[in-house]
């Protein structure tokens, strides 16, 4: 990689920085939860949120219940749950069936990449309608 490569590259990722920077805010909704609106759209358009939960031995993401209740308000369709919660799974991901937040518990390391993933997620899920 020539040093012209290398600088186009490093200006772009900076540009990336700045702009995810931008377009994503986080907020402290509670003294234990953390709200981040993240750069994500839905099939729907709208903004992606994820949730941090501080735990006594971990920190929870979760999508608070907003997924699934965006795509089945009176949770009656037993058939896109099914196939919402295989997908889930299938990410690494926890559902609770009675509530239909989806989760998972992690570390301080971990963190960041899983809310991307769970952001991801919702944007997937919100497609199979």
């Known amino acids: ?18 702009w995810l920077a931008s377009n994503i805010n986080v907020l ?10 993240t750069s994500q759209r839905d099939a729907l358009g709208e903004e992606v949120y994820c ?10 993401v979760t ?16 058939e896109l749950f099914e196939s ?3 997908l889930i799974w299938d990410a690494g991901f926890e559902v609770n069936p009675s509530t239909g937040v989806i989760f998972t518990e992690v570390d301080s390391e971990d963190l960041v990449p ?12 919100s497609y199979l309608v």
């Open 1 to 18: 990689m020539t040093k012209q490569s290398k600088k186009v590259c490093t200006e772009l990722k900076q540009k990336i920085i700045n």
């Open 28 to 37: 402290i909704f509670d003294e234990n939860t953390i709200e981040i609106a």
């Open 51 to 60: 949730f941090v939960e501080k735990k006594e031995t971990a920190l929870k």
């Open 63 to 78: 999508d608070d219940g907003r997924c699934l209740f965006k795509l089945d308000p009176s949770a009656s369709d037993e």
């Open 84 to 86: 919402c919660a295989n």
């Open 114 to 125: 899983k809310i991307s993933e769970l952001a991801r997620l919702q944007v997937a899920i």
